[in-house]
């Protein structure tokens, strides 16, 4: 679904996964649940389009599940903040708060992903806040596009009724999430794109 020239949700997926484009070069922020890479190709397809470049928010299983298979068919880079980047290589777990995120993580088991990359290696078409609490490397990135700002948040901000909010169950560190989002909203004038939920415009 187009949200904005040159920038799209796709549809159907679990967790919300986004494309824009800044010039010639096609970035996707996120990898949906394992499971629904058939929506990820069929945007592709559909589009004439390949991610150059693959945004990781966090490093949830929602949100990195089908990593794998897009890296395998499109061979994009991918960036994720350090803090999360040993969960994606497979060099680490991600804690987990309760037990309910931990049974989450285990059932969605995500294949490593070797070469992704630190955010700090991001050329500036994108700009990288860092917005922890709902995992310890939780990023959002911010752009430009035809003169308005976008963030895509990930998990940092969910929407329900058109508003923001901390989602306290899975989020690691509840209060430096409720300072992320704080951080988040003094972006204002901005369009907040979450991870779950729809497109909220600051004023």
């Known amino acids: 679904m187009k949200i904005a020239d040159g920038l799209f949700v796709i549809d159907g997926t679990n967790a919300n996964v986004y494309v824009f484009k800044i010039g010639n070069k096609v970035f996707q922020v996120d990898s949906a649940l394992k499971g629904q890479f058939n929506k990820i190709r069929s945007f592709y397809e559909?589009?004439?389009?390949?991610?150059?470049?693959?945004?990781?928010?966090?490093?949830?299983?929602?949100?990195?599940?089908?990593?794998?298979?897009?890296?395998?068919?499109?061979?994009?880079?991918?960036?994720?903040?350090?803090?999360?980047?040993?969960?994606?290589?497979?060099?680490?777990?991600?804690?987990?708060?309760?037990?309910?995120?931990?049974?989450?993580?285990?059932?969605?088991?995500?294949?490593?992903?070797?070469?992704?990359?630190?955010?700090?290696?991001?050329?500036?078409?994108?700009?990288?806040?860092?917005?922890?609490?709902?995992?310890?490397?939780?990023v959002s990135y911010m752009i430009e596009l035809n003169g308005e700002k976008f963030i895509f948040v990930g998990d940092a901000a969910f929407e329900k009724d058109g508003r923001l909010y901390v989602n306290k169950r899975f989020s690691l560190d509840y209060l430096l999430a409720e300072e992320s989002l704080k951080k988040i909203e003094s972006l204002k004038p901005i369009t907040v794109l979450p991870g779950h939920g729809k497109p909220v415009k600051l004023v």
């Open 46 to 138: 559909s589009n004439g389009l390949k991610p150059d470049v693959v945004l990781i928010t966090h490093a949830h299983p929602d949100h990195i599940g089908e990593l794998p298979k897009t890296v395998n068919l499109y061979s994009p880079k991918v960036y994720a903040h350090g803090l999360d980047l040993k969960v994606i290589r497979g060099e680490a777990k991600l804690p987990s708060k309760s037990f309910l995120a931990s049974v989450f993580s285990a059932f969605y088991r995500v294949a490593p992903v070797k070469d992704a990359d630190d955010t700090a290696k991001l050329t500036n078409e994108v700009t990288v806040i860092e917005t922890p609490g709902h995992t310890p490397g939780s």
